[in-house]
């Protein structure tokens, strides 16, 4: 897996819902989770995973879905991000990020040079990190777009 540092760490899970594992134990407490299942596992960094396989070229589109470990994730590639300046850095957010008290703004500043748009189904919408409004936490992707690409 991916995360901030190369460490090891729990996953949580249900068998028959995998789609919610998580490296966070609290989200549990999402009424749609119940991940009884626990398991040890390794991560790494996408900065160090990219240093040990050089094949890589560039790297135009970052996907993010880790159930609430997004920030965590977008930790360890920030010399990635800086050097390769993807295009595109494509997150979920939703109640996970709620839980461990992350907000669009708090992305924003990890991401200077992006600007956020939410993704919906045949558009999308550029938001402001700094309006409340914006942290829509219910089933939701952003794309942050590099700023010097125009829609």
Do not use: M
Not at 14 to 27: F, G, K, N, P, Y
Not at 57 to 80: A, P, Q, R
Not at 107 to 124: A, D, E, R, T
């Amino acid at each position: 897996g991916l995360g901030s540092t190369e460490s090891n760490e729990i996953i949580y899970f249900d068998e028959d819902t995998t789609s919610h594992a998580s490296l966070i134990q609290d989200v549990n407490n999402l009424s749609y989770v119940s991940n009884k299942n626990q398991e040890k596992i390794s991560l790494t960094t996408l900065d160090i995973f990219l240093a040990k396989n050089p094949q890589q070229k560039s790297i135009d589109y970052i996907k993010v879905d880790t159930e609430g470990y997004e920030y965590d994730v977008l930790l360890g590639c920030k010399d990635t991000i800086k050097l390769e300046r993807p295009k595109f850095i494509h997150i979920e957010f939703n109640w996970h990020q709620l839980i461990k008290s992350q907000t669009l703004y708090s992305f924003s500043l990890l991401l200077k040079g992006y600007n956020p748009y939410q993704v919906l189904p045949n558009s999308l919408i550029k938001r402001d990190p700094l309006d409340p409004i914006s942290n829509i936490y219910s089933y939701s992707n952003f794309i942050f777009i590099r700023e010097d690409i125009s829609l």
